[in-house]
């Protein structure tokens, strides 16, 4: 019984051990990830993906307002959302064949 007692008083500190181990090494994959993109991506694919970040965030926003004001003019939300959804598809279009390791791909 005693060990069984310790061994459920050491399990905390294992949990806590394992999230901390898990926390650190998400932030190690984060920072590994942002650490290749910056030194292996092109400057061209740079630019393309600041534009796809921005039709994102153009999207949520017109989304946002959406929700908060309403939708009294509808067509117009669809428009807007539409378009920002189809300038992220194009955009993404785009880096698939202004990709250097794609070359095979599109000639």
Do not use: H
Not at 2 to 7: K, L, P
Not at 28 to 36: D, H, K, N, W
Not at 60 to 81: D, E, M, S
Request: proline share 5%.
């Amino acid at each position: 019984m005693a060990r069984e007692s310790a061994a459920a008083a050491a399990a905390p500190e294992t949990t806590t051990a394992a999230a901390f181990n898990a926390s650190a090494s998400v932030s190690g994959i984060v920072s590994s990830l942002a650490r290749e993109y910056t030194a292996n991506t092109p400057q061209r694919l740079k630019v393309i993906d600041t534009y796809m970040v921005f039709c994102v965030a153009v999207g949520i926003v017109q989304f946002v307002y959406c929700g908060l004001v309403g939708t009294f003019p509808y067509n117009a939300f669809l428009a807007g959302f539409g378009s920002a959804v189809a300038c992220f598809v194009f955009a993404a279009n785009l880096r698939m064949k202004t990709n250097p390791k794609n070359r095979a791909q599109f000639p």
